[in-house]
Structures are given as C-alpha cells and as structure tokens.
C-alpha cells in the first residue's frame, strides 16, 4: 500500500467511553499509534486491515496484540474512529 496520510480523526461516543476505561498503559500506546496512523495509515506495524461480513465497510489497526482501533474512511485523509478494545468489539 502506499502512503496515506490522514488530516483528521473524528471520535464517535462509543469510542471515547471505551477509551476513558482502558488501563493507562494502553491509552499511552493507543495515542503513540495514533501518532503513526495518522502519518501512514498503512504502517506495516500497525497491520491496517479490511474487516469482513457485517463490518465489510470497516477497517481495523492493532494497538497491541491484544487491542485493535476499529474505524472508517470518509474520504481517503480522514476517519472516524469507531471502537477501540479486543476482538470483542466486533461483535455489538
């Protein structure tokens, strides 16, 4: 993929509820890949990727192992990040 920058991250609520309840350390590193995402949004480290079946419009980017931002594109320079916690969050 080549390199697409991203101007401007919108929130929806779910996301930003989400956000406030994850342990510190992972708010840290979310906001450090937040950084990177916003730079390259297909950094190979963040493992950007197509989600399938009802989310097939979506996307995702690993936080960690363990932690994935769900999100869409508007347009190619901007998003709105959906959810943010494990693979759980695909599932409401």
Known sequence: ???RRISKVEYASLFEKN???LPEHIKKLAA???KLFQQNAFHPSL???KLGGKLKNDWAYSV???YRIH????N???VVYLN???HEIYKK
């Open 32 to 34: 450090k890949k937040d």
């Open 76 to 78: 190619d320079n901007t």
């Open 1 to 3: 993929m080549t390199l």
């Open 64 to 66: 960690n192992r363990d």
């Open 47 to 49: 493992e950007t990727h």
């Open 19 to 21: 956000f406030e309840n």
């Open 84 to 86: 943010i916690g494990t």
């Open 71 to 74: 999100f869409y594109f508007v």
